[in-house]
């Protein structure tokens, strides 16, 4: 009876260990939560089941003046298991080849085979929309953010190798693109370096947050009051992950972004899953809002999510849902024979945060100065020409979902087709921006070298990917682009430097306002009829 009292201790102990450790959700949706009753669960039948313990006999034995006593057990008399010992197995195996064979079949059953509709119904109502509603023209490129997360992430590691206080024991965490009081930016908390800094700053916390200027390439170090104490570097107690599965323990997680308010106060966004068959097709229902500071968590649904909140939904989750919306609205087998109108998201060869060439689904971000972005080129299946016959743009907070049919080279081909403009150099273009020029789709991205510095701008023409430019900066790639493509709207025309001339009746200009902003030289024109128009200078 000892043995097994002291068994199920450690089983006990095994167990909260294994929970502490790995985070599992107590939730009967969640696949690690039925491998974990499955591994614990046989291992308490094969305790309980464990054989009785035998009474063992003594003997005395005159040796002298000694005693011994000899202990003799019936299995070392009988040299053989006690009776029914081998019954004792029976049950902990069948209970684990049950489990095993329960968890396959509920896998296999929650599959799109048997469920194509719904895995095509997650990422919700679509709306078709025009190039030129999603996209408006622009003027000028100035205020577009081109900068991907690979070379943020260099430019803050920069940032931090610059501060003595900061660089030893601290580093930068995963960047998240956002909209800050009307301004795109990427953040990034400041975390531990390892676990014996997190040991030695524990009790200050870290030191607080990076900003990028997806723009300029400027970075920032933002300093909080108090320190952040909670991040996905600390330990214990204060790991981010581990601190909101203490608090909710039942939830399905997403990921988990870290952003700022419109204070410039730290919150880590988690986003709340639901699977939609059984053990599989997560969708996002809701976020958990937690502060860095403090620790202290509030639930969201979709709906009530504050506004200045952009990650609710990731480029990842929407790559994946529209992939599923365009292979299986049609059902399995013609996903997988027919394909006909099958459809998926584009795939790029791309350098990611660690400096790797991988292949995947890849994707960027526009800002409407209130919202995020998220969008991805649209290509048939069955296609081997590298073309998008479409473009998804996916709302970061709401998932608002719009799709634009506009055929062109995929942003693969834009990509490549930069590089080799400037193949001498052997610099690297980020994913491209795609920006309506005079009522046509173009790719605007820019060009790092191997240290992810910025180095050049590019644009391609979408419907032409063999119409490249390249330039030191985004209005002089600008201007180079429209001399290229000469193209103008009625009444207007390029000049040789690639602007826009353009003639304008004064009686319907109510006033007129020069000065200079981040863009260079600008008149800004307000009309009679409300409307404004910002015109910049050539440099």
Same mark, same amino acid.
């Given at each position: 009876?000892?043995?097994?009292?002291?068994?199920?201790?450690?089983?006990?102990?095994?167990?909260?260990?294994?929970?502490?450790?790995?985070?599992?959700?107590?939730?009967?949706?969640?696949?690690?939560?039925?491998?974990?009753?499955?591994?614990?669960?046989?291992?308490?039948?094969?305790?309980?089941?464990?054989?009785?313990?035998?009474?063992?006999?003594?003997?005395?034995?005159?040796?002298?003046?000694?005693?011994?006593?000899?202990?003799?057990?019936?299995?070392?008399?009988? =040299?053989?298991?006690?009776?029914?010992?081998?019954?004792?197995?029976?049950?902990?195996?069948?209970?684990?080849?049950?489990?095993?064979?329960?968890?396959?079949?509920?896998?296999?059953?929650?599959?799109?085979?048997?469920?194509?509709?719904?895995?095509?119904?997650?990422?919700?109502?679509?709306?078709?929309?025009?190039?030129?509603?999603?996209?408006?023209?622009?003027?000028?490129?100035?205020?577009?953010?081109?900068?991907?997360?690979?070379?943020?992430?260099?430019?803050?590691?920069?940032?931090?190798?610059?501060?003595?206080?900061?660089?030893?024991?601290?580093?930068?965490?995963?960047?998240?693109?956002?909209?800050?009081?009307?301004?795109?930016?990427?953040?990034?908390?400041?975390?531990?370096?390892?676990?014996?800094?997190?040991?030695?700053?524990?009790?200050?916390?870290?030191?607080?947050?990076?900003?990028?200027?997806?723009?300029?390439?400027?970075?920032?170090?933002?300093?909080?009051?108090?320190?952040?104490?909670?991040?996905?570097?600390?330990?214990?107690?204060?790991?981010?992950?581990?601190?909101?599965?203490?608090?909710?323990?039942?939830?399905?997680?997403?990921?988990?972004?870290?952003?700022?308010?419109?204070?410039?106060?730290?919150?880590?966004?988690?986003?709340?899953?639901?699977?939609?068959?059984?053990?599989?097709?997560?969708?996002?229902?809701?976020?958990?809002?937690?502060?860095?500071?403090?620790?202290?968590?509030?639930?969201?649904?979709?709906?009530?999510?504050?506004?200045?909140?952009?990650?609710?939904?990731?480029?990842?989750?929407?790559?994946?849902?529209?992939?599923?919306?365009?292979?299986?609205?049609?059902?399995?087998?013609?996903?997988?024979?027919?394909?006909?109108?099958?459809?998926?998201?584009?795939?790029?060869?791309?350098?990611?945060?660690?400096?790797?060439?991988?292949?995947?689904?890849?994707?960027?971000?526009?800002?409407?100065?209130?919202?995020?972005?998220?969008?991805?080129?649209?290509?048939?299946?069955?296609?081997?020409?590298?073309?998008?016959?479409?473009?998804?743009?996916?709302?970061?907070?709401?998932?608002?979902?719009?799709?634009?049919?506009?055929?062109?080279?995929?942003?693969?081909?834009?990509?490549?087709?930069?590089?080799?403009?400037?193949?001498?150099?052997?610099?690297?273009?980020?994913?491209?921006?795609?920006?309506?020029?005079?009522?046509?789709?173009?790719?605007?991205?820019?060009?790092?070298?191997?240290?992810?510095?910025?180095?050049?701008?590019?644009?391609?023409? =979408?419907?032409?990917?063999?119409?490249?430019?390249?330039?030191?900066?985004?209005?002089?790639?600008?201007?180079?682009?429209?001399?290229?493509?000469?193209?103008?709207?009625?009444?207007?025309?390029?000049?040789?430097?690639?602007?826009?001339?353009?003639?304008?009746?004064?009686?319907?200009?109510?006033?007129?306002?020069?000065?200079?902003?981040?863009?260079?030289?600008?008149?800004?024109?307000?009309?009679?009829?409300?409307?404004?128009?910002?015109?910049? =200078?050539?440099?």
């Amino acid at each position: 009876m000892k043995r097994k009292i002291g068994c199920l201790i450690g089983w006990a102990a095994l167990l909260l260990l294994t929970e502490y450790v790995l985070l599992v959700p107590l939730n009967l949706t969640a696949v690690s939560f039925w491998v974990l009753v499955l591994c614990f669960g046989t291992m308490l039948l094969l305790i309980l089941n464990l054989p009785a313990e035998t009474k063992s006999g003594e003997g005395k034995e005159e040796n002298g003046n000694e005693k011994v006593v000899i202990l003799r057990s019936s299995f070392n008399r009988k =040299m053989q298991p006690p009776a029914g010992e081998e019954l004792n197995l029976r049950l902990p195996i069948l209970f684990g080849m049950g489990g095993a064979a329960f968890l396959i079949a509920a896998w296999f059953f929650s599959s799109p085979l048997f469920h194509a509709k719904n895995y095509a119904s997650t990422i919700g109502e679509i709306q078709t929309i025009s190039f030129e509603e999603a996209r408006p023209e622009v003027d000028s490129v100035s205020n577009i953010a081109l900068i991907d997360t690979a070379t943020a992430s260099r430019i803050g590691a920069r940032e931090l190798g610059s501060l003595e206080d900061v660089v030893s024991q601290f580093d930068d965490g995963a960047y998240t693109q956002i909209t800050y009081r009307g301004k795109v930016r990427k953040d990034a908390v400041v975390d531990y370096d390892g676990f014996f800094k997190y040991l030695n700053n524990r009790k200050n916390g870290t030191p607080g947050y990076l900003i990028i200027d997806p723009i300029s390439g400027s970075a920032e170090l933002i300093r909080t009051e108090t320190g952040i104490y909670y991040t996905p570097g600390a330990y214990f107690s204060k790991d981010i992950l581990r601190h909101i599965r203490m608090q909710y323990p039942l939830c399905l997680f997403g990921r988990t972004s870290f952003e700022i308010d419109e204070d410039g106060k730290p919150f880590w966004v988690t986003q709340i899953q639901k699977n939609q068959v059984f053990l599989r097709n997560p969708k996002t229902t809701g976020i958990i809002l937690t502060s860095a500071l403090t620790g202290e968590s509030q639930r969201y649904t979709v709906e009530e999510v504050p506004e200045w909140v952009d990650t609710v939904f990731d480029g990842d989750y929407v790559c994946e849902k529209y992939d599923y919306y365009g292979m299986l609205s049609g059902g399995f087998w013609n996903s997988r024979f027919g394909k006909r109108g099958c459809r998926i998201s584009t795939k790029c060869s791309y350098v990611d945060e660690d400096g790797e060439r991988v292949d995947g689904a890849d994707f960027g971000y526009i800002s409407d100065d209130r919202d995020i972005w998220i969008y991805t080129g649209v290509t048939s299946a069955t296609s081997q020409d590298r073309s998008d016959i479409g473009m998804l743009m996916v709302n970061g907070r709401t998932g608002e979902a719009v799709y634009m049919t506009l055929a062109g080279a995929d942003e693969s081909s834009a990509m490549a087709a930069a590089e080799g403009e400037l193949q001498q150099y052997g610099y690297t273009a980020s994913f491209p921006s795609i920006i309506n020029v005079d009522g046509a789709p173009a790719y605007i991205m820019v060009m790092t070298d191997n240290n992810r510095i910025v180095k050049n701008y590019a644009m391609v023409n =979408m419907q032409n990917y063999a119409q490249v430019v390249t330039g030191d900066t985004q209005n002089e790639v600008f201007r180079k682009y429209r001399k290229l493509v000469s193209r103008g709207k009625e009444g207007a025309s390029l000049s040789e430097d690639g602007v826009k001339d353009e003639t304008l009746s004064q009686d319907k200009i109510l006033s007129a306002l020069y000065g200079t902003d981040e863009g260079g030289h600008f008149l800004e024109l307000t009309f009679q009829d409300g409307s404004a128009m910002k015109y910049y =200078m050539a440099d």
